[in-house]
């Protein structure tokens, strides 16, 4: 949840500095405001867009694009009509159109005294490479090297809960165990490990190294292996039994016992933590079942760790075949229980169900029918067709009665459309399928299009909702969605996918990108527990992104004990972008907007590694 203390720059959060010295130009025209850049950079050959932030409406004014040097190597107008106003201190915004500009190289643009951020123009394997670096990067943080008595866990009946995610038992009832769930990813900035986030983010970054093929890092499928590992752990072959979840959140109402946000620590001390009111917060984490043993699992759960064993086969199949075997007995094994004739109210995916509430569970079983074709296929093994009707079925059902979300850790839809395209014809289109290809190619166009069309009408050509939780997810998804819908049918909305990284990476009214360490101006405060107390980068985090400021109206709260203020003047310099009903804030008690998580940034990975070799 949490990050390190580092005070912000006002020159790059801003724009406001003194512009390089340039010979040869004229004297700047008066204008106040700030200039907004996509900071990771612009692809030769797209159509690129920054944006000024105007103080007043201004007419007339023109910019130039300095290189690193300071020289001018292109100059145009700024556009001659504002997008429409932020808020009552920037009441215009004039896009700054920079397509011309194709060289490689880092530049700045300079419109009369304002000098943006700077920015390079590099290939898209550069640009978007970075990104899946850097993610991966987060994730390698994830990992759970510290609680070794996980390795000998007890496992307790589910708790009931009075409010929230607080518990209204006195105590937690053992119905299990010792069981093996050591290792791993953290879900967040807290030392929660659950499975239905686990393969959300084992699924985007094998989908990742799939997509990328020979070009992949190597860190890629290195990292989605420990969390193959870790659901292996999860997933009990013998009893038929998955685990939901290591740790609470919170304690119980009596106060007699802890929860993981209860503390603020380091994951080392947990082990060696004596106190008997944290004996579940920390020394002896509790375990939590998806259902009892042998019993019908909830389908989202079972469709989406399903499929992530059968990506795990896919990749394993030619180096691995034995393992890839496995892994596909796994991942049928888990399908099979699946209860889709009568699945829970509400889905199960994590305790308190709160935390990340589901509405659909079509998708994920179209996702896990579909990988387990697909990895039959890649192992040469029968039953492929069988699969591919049972994932054209769950399409079905879930345009008949789940559309409505795009690609995200709540809705799998999308990359189960595009590879149910590829199963399809590789199995011959087997008959008597529920829809075929064009009706799966028209639900990826009106995923994309919900996009668009809220793209067109935004300020900054935004197609997340950004006054509501996981924007940049969301935002990320969509871009992941393009590429796959490219792949199927148009690049029609290529400039959209665009736009939305530009959004994500600095384009946008805070001037941040909301992905730490890329770009020069990224969140430094993000709630999270390792990086806010060793004061380490948080490269490669994705944060949860703006906001509505409802959530923000009783202020930020305390700090928990040994936190680390930050920033450490308490400043809010991005307040003053506060606008069309949404807020951002980069400090390490805002949770609403500034804590990282898996799914977040999974779907970056997936979303990068899909555009990279466009």
């Not at 005070?7 to 340039?22: I, K, N």
């Not at 659909?360 to 079983?365: A, R, Y």
Request: include cysteine; glycine fraction near 10%; proline fraction near 6%.
């Amino acid at each position: 949840m949490f990050k390190l203390v580092m005070s912000l720059v006002l020159v790059a959060l801003t724009g406001f500095a003194a512009p390089p010295a340039v010979s040869g130009l004229a004297a700047p025209t008066a204008v106040s405001g700030v200039i907004r850049v996509d900071q990771a950079g612009y692809v030769p050959g797209e159509s690129k867009q920054a944006y000024l932030m105007a103080t007043a409406p201004a007419t007339g004014l023109r910019f130039t694009v300095l290189d690193a040097k300071g020289r001018p190597v292109l100059s145009g107008d700024v556009a001659a009509k504002s997008r429409g106003s932020w808020n009552a201190a920037y009441p215009a915004v004039y896009p700054i159109d920079l397509s011309r500009l194709d060289r490689p190289g880092t530049y700045r643009i300079r419109v009369g005294g304002l000098v943006s951020p700077g920015f390079p123009v590099r290939s898209a394997t550069d640009l978007y490479g970075e990104v899946v670096r850097d993610g991966v990067t987060f994730f390698r943080t994830q990992r759970d090297t510290a609680h070794r008595n996980d390795k000998s866990a007890t496992v307790y009946a589910t708790p009931h809960f009075a409010e929230e995610d607080v518990i209204a038992d006195a105590d937690l009832k053992r119905i299990g165990g010792p069981v093996d769930v050591a290792g791993g990813w953290y879900d967040a900035g807290d030392y929660l490990k659950m499975t239905h986030t686990t393969a959300y983010g084992a699924i985007t970054l094998l989908a990742a190294a799939r997509a990328m093929g020979p070009s992949a890092p190597a860190a890629l499928d290195d990292e989605a292996r420990q969390g193959i590992a870790w659901l292996d752990k999860a997933w009990d072959q013998r009893t038929r039994t998955l685990r939901l979840q290591v740790g609470i959140g919170s304690g119980n109402q009596a106060g007699t016992f802890t929860g993981d946000h209860d503390l603020w620590r380091l994951p080392a001390a947990d082990d060696r933590n004596a106190d008997h009111a944290d004996r579940y917060a920390a020394a002896h984490r509790p375990v939590f079942d998806a259902a009892a043993p042998g019993k019908p699992i909830s389908p989202n759960l079972a469709g989406r760790v399903a499929a992530a064993f059968a990506l795990a086969a896919q990749q394993d199949a030619i180096r691995y075949p034995t393992r890839a075997r496995a892994e596909v007995r796994a991942a049928t094994s888990l399908y099979a229980r699946a209860d889709v004739k009568s699945p829970p109210k509400p889905l199960v995916t994590a305790l308190p169900n709160e935390f990340y509430p589901e509405d659909t569970w079509h998708d994920d079983m179209e996702l896990g029918a579909t990988e387990i074709a697909l990895a039959l296929s890649r192992l040469g093994l029968p039953g492929g067709r069988a699969y591919v009707r049972d994932a054209a079925g769950y399409a079905h059902g879930y345009l008949a009665e789940e559309t409505g979300d795009t690609f995200n850790l709540y809705d799998v839809s999308a990359l189960a459309h595009a590879d149910l395209i590829t199963a399809i014809r590789q199995t011959g289109g087997p008959a008597g399928l529920a829809l075929g290809r064009d009706r799966l190619i028209a639900d990826l166009r009106r995923q994309v299009r919900t996009g668009a069309d809220r793209a067109a009408k935004d300020v900054f050509h935004a197609g997340g909702v950004y006054t509501d939780f996981d924007v940049d997810s969301h935002t990320f998804g969509l871009i992941a969605t393009e590429a796959l819908y490219r792949a199927v049918a148009d690049d029609s909305y290529a400039g959209f996918a665009t736009q939305q990284r530009d959004w994500l990476l600095g384009a946008n009214a805070w001037g941040s990108s909301f992905m730490v360490g890329v770009g020069s101006t990224f969140p430094r405060c993000p709630q999270h527990q390792i990086a806010n107390l060793t004061g380490r980068p948080l490269t490669g985090a994705v944060v949860n992104g703006p906001n509505d400021p409802s959530l923000f109206a009783d202020g930020l709260g305390d700090y928990l004990d040994d936190m680390v203020k930050c920033p450490a003047a308490g400043q809010d310099p991005f307040a003053a972008f506060t606008g069309h009903g949404s807020r951002f804030v980069d400090d390490v008690r805002a949770w609403q907007t500034d804590e990282p998580a898996l799914d977040m940034t999974g779907s970056a990975i997936l979303g990068a590694a899909l555009q990279a070799g466009r």
